[in-house]
Every structure is written in C-alpha cells, then in structure tokens.
C-alpha cells in the first residue's frame, strides 16, 4: 500500500514563493505517475501539476503554467511542487497523489490516481 507524506505548506503573502513536498513509500516509485492537486472550499478538487514515472511528461493546469514547477526525485522517493508568484486564489489544501500507471491519457484527473496524501494547507494573503 502506497503511503504519501506531504510537507511544506504555510502562509506566504501574495507573489512570494513556497516549495511543497511529498514522500512517498510502499512500491516502486519511479513506475507511477505522481500529481499535485488542490481544492479550495466550495470547489472541486483539481489536478495543478502532474509528472509521468519516467520524468518525461508532465502536466499544469492553465491557471499555474508559468508559475508552478513539478519535479521529482526517484533517489528520494520524493515529488516537489516548487510555486512561485503566488496569488490569493492560489489558496487551498494541496494534495499529493500518486498514480495508478506511469501516465495518463489527455489530463490528469482523480481517477487517474489511486493513493492520496493527508493534504497540506497553503494560505496565500493579500
């Protein structure tokens, strides 16, 4: 059974930067895809940034391009979700996700992952 530990959430003030991480234990991590999703209260849960096993694939939603990087460390069975330029609406429980296979088709969604994290919070003030 996968297990996921998330790290690194807090509050930053708007256009500051915050780096998350995520642990993962329990099978082979560079087979599987891993994903970083956020839901904010009253919304759905979104997939921000994905990364295939490989490294060589990756995903970000339209709204973070630019400004967030996904990355991953197979030595470290770690995902890194590096965010920059932070903006209000960036607030929400982040939750890393790891995936069923080591890609998905078109875009990442929850389905397309079967093990989730405890979340951690990131608050960004105005």
């Known amino acids: 059974q996968v297990q996921l530990v998330e790290s690194g959430g807090g509050l930053v003030q708007a256009g500051g930067s915050l780096r998350i991480s995520c642990v993962a234990s329990?099978?082979?991590?560079?087979?599987?895809?891993m994903g970083w999703f956020r839901q904010a209260p009253g919304k759905e849960r979104e997939c921000v940034a994905a990364?295939?096993?490989?490294?060589?694939?990756?995903y970000y939603a339209s709204s973070v391009k630019g400004r967030f990087s996904i990355s991953k460390d197979n030595a470290k069975n770690t995902v890194y979700l590096q965010m920059n330029s932070l903006k209000p609406e960036d607030t929400a429980v982040y939750y890393c996700?790891?995936?069923?296979?080591?890609?998905?088709?078109?875009?990442?969604?929850?389905?397309?992952?079967?093990?989730w994290g405890q979340g951690t919070q990131v608050t960004v003030s105005s």
């Open positions: 329990g099978r082979t991590f560079s087979s599987y895809a």
């Open positions: 996700a790891s995936g069923v296979k080591g890609n998905w088709n078109i875009v990442p969604v929850p389905a397309d992952f079967g093990s």
């Open positions: 990364i295939s096993g490989s490294g060589g694939r990756t």
